[in-house]
């Protein structure tokens, strides 16, 4: 019970918010959900799985060419979003069957290499894709109560949509294959040994990543009623991956809060100054070096003070200092 | 039938010749020994017959199949599990997750997305049996990380029998044990069941003796001499062997 005061306070919080921003502001705040999504199917594999992919951006970009290419033919926004979720989740079954071999830098140079196809592919194919002029999305964004176009309406839809990422996400890293997929980051030799098959834990948690992605990319698509090869690219690739690392690998909860913190930034940012990846580049390094965990661990480690600070409160003779720097080691694992 | 056959294994690393010809059973029920100086190929044969090195020749099977050509995870659903002789755990997880881990191994929800892993009821019962048979109870919160190496060493072997094996490997199991912690487990191994059949490297000639139904010695990767723990206890050649390796003589002592 008391485990679902935060989730359900946050949802609460999501569910208002609108009502104290600009429609600026909530449009904004729908693309960083939009980003929470396609950050949490990459946070899946990095925090969960152990396989740093700088390629993700494909499965967004299958996603969201799926929803601008099919969308002239079927305007039906359930099977366009299936579809990109389906159509993403099944490259990334074909092509994990053969990059999961490779691990670290290796896995790091063809998911690299493959997006980069892909992104060569939408650029080059002018007459279908529209090559860098990218196409408009035809079909319209309508879940049967009407067209959604709006921003308080797109905010809705991605907030929802966010949310059940969420839920599902965390159900699954508790099941029995989520447990294992984790057992495979920490040890994979051991995991050999107790008879799991370790290709194919990795290979369901890229097949599942790349669905999520393909979610995100199909949302954005519907969002932005434009897609280019820039959703292919690689540098977005390296942006979400940034995400993740400043907001916290190995956490649920830490990638979106990445994600909104570079979305946010880069807004207001790059609206003063044109140095933004520069600035970008030094908070990036700055977590690398001194915030390992991201911000998710600060967060953690703040509400652990204060949490212990409540208990001496509340029972000063239970002093024990001990216990608490343990607490605090155990910390990164659980979340 | 025997349980495990080995024939003919010849393993190489890069034209190096660590496993020669060699040839062992364990029969069920049986707890066979392999004892040998440091670089016999002990731990090599394990890895040979595990599946998690390839074999250049020869032949493993169990209950007659042959398993040989498959995946090392594979080997655990016909019954084989090891432990490792260096500490091979899951080091931030806790003591409880490591054996969660290690007993849905082998279940028909361990592909399972959704449900969470915590609410099978099987799973957590006989977790909390095993965790009381070994002695880790009172740990099961903790990382594995933060116990003594002795406890990690319980570990190890408890997650080995978590899958439920026939045919238990296991690689110097008190190795780097307190003396005490040597007994303790010396006396857990001598209470498994008669229904897992043991094949174990062991360098203390104690816990050798107090286990072994049968002995193999390993020599420069060959089968040097098998037979009933009195035959190889007097064997003036298997002293010669071990004192030119030194291992005898920190048993002795
Ligand atoms: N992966 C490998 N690559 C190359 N050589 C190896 C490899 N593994 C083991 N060896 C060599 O094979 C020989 C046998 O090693 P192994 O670990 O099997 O011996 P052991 O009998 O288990 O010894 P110990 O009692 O020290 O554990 C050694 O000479 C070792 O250097
Ligand atoms: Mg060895």
Redesign the interface.
């Known amino acids: 019970m008391k485990k679902m005061i935060f989730p359900a306070a946050i949802a609460v919080l999501l569910l208002i918010l609108p009502v104290m921003l600009t429609s600026y502001g909530i449009k904004l705040t729908a693309e960083v959900f939009i980003m929470s999504i396609f950050v949490l199917s990459l946070g899946l594999i990095t925090g969960y799985a152990g396989l740093v992919s700088l390629g993700h951006a494909a499965f967004f970009g299958i996603g969201a060419y799926t929803i601008a290419l099919l969308g002239k033919f079927v305007p039906n926004t359930f099977v366009l979003l299936a579809s990109a979720i389906i159509f993403a989740a099944l490259i990334a079954l074909l092509t994990g069957f053969l990059f999961i071999r490779s691990s670290g830098a290796y896995f790091l140079m063809i998911t690299l290499a493959f997006s980069q196809m892909l992104y060569a592919v939408a650029y080059k194919l002018k007459g279908v894709t529209g090559g860098s002029d990218g196409m408009s999305v035809a079909a319209s964004l309508d879940f049967g109560f009407g067209p959604i176009s709006g921003s308080m309406g797109l905010y809705y839809v991605m907030a929802v949509s966010v949310m059940i990422c969420y839920v ?1 996400l965390r ?2 890293i ?7 997929i ?2 495979v980051k ?2 994979e ?10 290709r ?1 834990y990795k290979l ?1 948690a890229y097949t599942i990543s790349g669905g999520i992605a393909g979610y995100a990319g199909g949302l954005y698509a519907f969002y932005n009623y434009f897609v280019s090869p820039d959703t292919l690219n690689w540098n977005f690739s390296g942006q979400v991956l940034v995400m993740i690392i400043i907001g916290g690998v190995g956490t649920l909860f830490g990638p979106p809060i990445g994600a909104a913190v570079f979305v946010i930034l880069q807004n207001y940012i790059s609206s003063y100054t044109e140095r933004w990846p520069m600035i970008m580049g030094v908070i990036f390094v700055a977590f690398v070096l001194y915030g390992r965990g991201g911000i998710a661990n600060l967060l953690l480690l703040a509400w652990r003070k204060i949490s212990r600070r409540q208990k001496e409160i509340n029972s000063p003779a239970l002093n024990s200092s001990e216990k608490i720097s ?1 607490d605090e080691t ?1 910390g990164v ?1 659980e979340a | 039938m025997s349980l495990l056959k080995v024939e003919g294994l010849s393993k190489s690393f890069k034209g190096l010749q660590v496993l020669k010809n060699v040839s062992l059973e364990v029969e069920p029920e049986e707890r066979h020994i392999i004892i040998g100086p440091n670089g016999a190929g002990k731990t090599t044969l394990f890895n040979c017959i595990t599946g998690v090195l390839p074999i250049n020749e020869g032949t493993v099977s169990i209950q007659g199949k042959m398993i040989a050509d498959l995946p090392s995870h594979t080997r655990v659903s016909e019954g084989m599990s090891r432990t490792f002789q260096k500490n091979n755990l899951f080091g931030k997880l806790t003591v409880e997750e490591n054996v969660h881990l290690a007993v849905t191994a082998r279940k028909s929800y361990r592909f399972k997305l959704f449900k969470s892993l915590l609410s099978y009821k099987d799973m957590q019962q006989e977790s909390q049996d095993l965790l009381k048979e070994w002695d880790l109870w009172e740990r099961r919160n903790q990382t594995v990380d933060e116990l003594s190496y002795g406890e990690q060493r319980l570990v190890e072997i408890m997650l080995a029998i978590a899958t439920k094996p026939t045919i238990l490997l296991l690689d110097e199991p008190t190795s780097g044990m307190s003396p005490a912690e040597t007994i303790q487990t010396t006396k857990l191994i001598q209470k498994l069941p008669r229904t897992i059949s043991l094949l174990v490297i062991e360098h203390d000639m104690e816990v050798v003796f107090s286990i072994a139904d049968r002995i193999t010695v390993l020599h420069h990767g060959e089968v040097f001499l098998s037979g009933k723990p009195e035959e190889i206890r007097n064997d003036q050649r298997v002293k010669d062997i071990y004192f030119g390796g030194g291992a005898l003589q920190r048993a002795e002592a």
């Open positions: 599902l159900m699954f508790n099941s029995p294959a989520g447990k294992a984790i057992g920490e040890n030799s051991r995991m050999r040994a107790l008879g799991y098959s370790v194919s369901l343990k155990k694992t």
